[in-house]
């Protein structure tokens, strides 16, 4: 028999492993350097290798660990009492024009100094990574001044550093144009055009930029000036659209390059089509919103799959209309609302999901080569993945080979 190679880990009886694309049978991994060096049956990887250490899975389900493309996690406060508005018949359009909604959110994140919103960032990071949530998009975009918006992104990083999530930035300084601003949008446009986005370019401070398309946030004219000056600057091109109102957002991010649009529940023929030919923009599915929100419709899940759209499926974790940091619960909501399988929900929350954020080499799935992000789990097969909800099926989680929790 040959030299047996040192590893750092062996992860061994697991009850399954999921997220690898061998179908054969396996119930342990080797990690090394913080990477998934081999997978099989624990038994034979030992004849094979010589782990530092052993962990036993004692019967628990393996998992990547999962990725949330669309995330808000950036805010001071929650927004409770809209939610006693929205059961007295209150909608989200009504309710920002009543000066809550993101405006509220814009309020409570400038009085706030950026020590204490490092500290609800990183726990808002805690309670995700709680539920198995070991790499997110995470967005700005309650701060909508110079000041605050740059504040919000080093918030991001701060916390990241702080807590081990894996955190990828994305200036939503297109959230909405702030109060301040209303009578001369432009003014506003300009600064972030010439200004922010510029200096968040500089510092590095964020990989994406994104743009909240509807009635009451931009227009498709001023959306189109802001994603075209964040392309200028090499920005990757996120776009929430098509949430309330159709205005034509979806077929504007397919036609600039970007790599996904969110929501969708009302995405035309036309906006569908758009996808399809394309080819390259994921759909963001965000299945627990419009159930946040009493919404009837549900973006056309069935439809884009079928179209071979390529999709993720997140949380949109926000105070406004996601109070959830949890994927497990957005995969059940994608399961109930948007009738996936279990394994196209786990395909969104991982694979699907590091695929959109230019990460799918190393992230998303549990084969040779890929990033030791890893879950044990309190399911029983894939088949309880989104099934269950109300309860966090979440026992260890380890980062490049590292357990953290
Ligand atoms: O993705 N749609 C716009 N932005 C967030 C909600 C933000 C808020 O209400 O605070 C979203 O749903
Ligand atoms: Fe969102």
């Known amino acids: 028999m040959g030299e047996r190679g040192n590893c750092e880990t062996l992860v061994h009886g697991a009850g399954g492993i999921l997220g690898q694309a061998s179908q054969a049978r396996a119930d342990a991994v080797v990690v090394d350097h913080g990477q998934v060096v081999a997978l099989g049956v624990a038994d034979e990887l030992r004849r094979e290798w010589r782990p530092r250490e052993e962990i036993d899975a004692a019967g628990l389900l393996l998992l990547p660990g999962l990725i949330d493309a669309h995330t808000h996690p950036v805010f001071a406060r929650g927004r409770a009492e809209e939610f006693d508005w929205r059961g007295q018949g209150m909608d989200y359009l009504e309710i920002a024009a009543r000066g809550g909604g993101i405006h509220a959110s814009v309020a409570a994140l400038r009085a706030c100094d950026e020590a204490e919103l490092v500290d609800k960032v990183a726990a808002h990071f805690r309670r995700m990574l709680a539920h198995g949530t070991t790499t997110c998009e995470a967005k700005s975009g309650y701060g909508l001044s110079l000041e605050d918006e740059l504040k919000s992104l080093r918030a991001i990083r701060a916390a990241a550093e702080r807590t081990g999530m894996q955190a990828h930035a994305t200036c939503l300084a297109g959230h909405m144009i702030p109060l301040e601003h209303q009578e001369r949008p432009e003014h506003y446009l300009d600064m972030v055009c010439e200004e922010l986005l510029p ?66 529940e009302v995405l035309s023929d036309a906006g569908l089509e758009a996808l399809a030919l ?68 786990l395909h969104g929350v991982t694979a699907g999901a590091a695929g959109s954020l230019g990460l799918g080499a190393h992230k998303g799935r549990l084969e040779p080569g890929y990033d030791a992000d890893f879950l044990l789990c309190d399911l029983a097969d894939v088949h309880h993945f989104g099934y269950g909800f109300g309860d966090n099926p979440v026992r260890q989680v380890f980062v490049g080979g590292q357990r953290i929790r």
């Open 199 to 264: 200096e968040v370019r500089r510092q590095d401070l964020a990989r994406a930029v994104d743009v909240f398309i509807e009635a009451g946030a931009l227009d498709l004219a001023q959306a189109r000036r802001y994603l075209e000056r964040g392309r200028e600057l090499g920005f990757a091109l996120r776009v929430h659209a098509d949430q309330f109102h159709d205005l034509g957002g979806t077929e504007l991010a397919v036609q600039l390059g970007a790599e996904s649009v969110d929501h969708l």
């Open 278 to 345: 394309g080819g390259r923009t994921y759909a963001g599915l965000l299945p627990a919103v419009p159930h946040f929100l009493r919404q009837k419709t549900d973006a056309p899940a069935r439809r884009l799959l079928q179209a071979g759209v390529p999709y993720f499926i997140a949380t949109d974790f926000n105070p406004g209309s996601c109070y959830t940091p949890s994927l497990f619960e957005a995969a059940h909501f994608a399961r109930v609302r948007l009738c996936l399988s279990a394994a196209e929900a």
